[in-house]
């Protein structure tokens, strides 16, 4: 259970850290190009969601999705609060300086860039037939194609 948590907490810390990048490249190379900070913003989101695509991707292999995918939940929520609520003071703002549209905003825009990452990912890994329950549908394929010959005495 504990290792669970630490999980999810890494990639919380993760998903926030490249918030973080992202936020320092604009405020320190960009200071007030509204341009670049939108490009900026995008490549970020689009950044997450490959994070959480290779994620989903990894963890889809391993185990049923109904063992990663509230993790992964978790951890995208848990980013996309800190993105939201304690970003913004990386950049010398606060996190409603932009207004609450531009705020809920990047809610929609993160939580988009998760969600299509996250099924990206999975979708990839089905695909290649290479998730949880592709493996274990091959397997009992296999057992059962490849029974040994049962032996009759007489």
Do not use: C, H
């Not at 999980?7 to 850290?17: R, T």
């Not at 405020?27 to 959480?52: K, Q």
């Not at 999705?65 to 304690?86: E, F, H, Q, S, Y």
């Amino acid at each position: 259970m504990k290792q669970r948590w630490v999980s999810i907490a890494a990639l919380a810390a993760a998903l926030f850290a490249i918030n973080v990048v992202a936020r320092l490249v604009t405020r320190l190379a960009f200071p007030d190009n509204d341009t670049a900070e939108n490009t900026v913003s995008v490549i970020m989101f689009a950044t997450i969601g490959v994070v959480l695509a290779a994620v989903a991707f990894t963890r889809a292999q391993r185990v049923p999705v109904g063992t990663w995918l509230p993790d992964l939940v978790a951890a995208a929520a848990i980013g996309m609060l800190l993105t939201v609520l304690v970003g913004p003071f990386v950049s010398g703002d606060y996190p409603f300086s932009g207004g609450a549209g531009n705020f809920f905003s990047q809610i929609w825009l993160y939580g988009g860039f998760a969600i299509v990452g996250t099924l990206l990912g999975y979708w990839t890994a089905t695909m290649f037939g290479r998730d949880y329950r592709s493996k274990s549908l091959k397997a009992f394929t296999v057992a059962k194609t490849t029974k040994p010959r049962r032996v009759v005495r007489r």
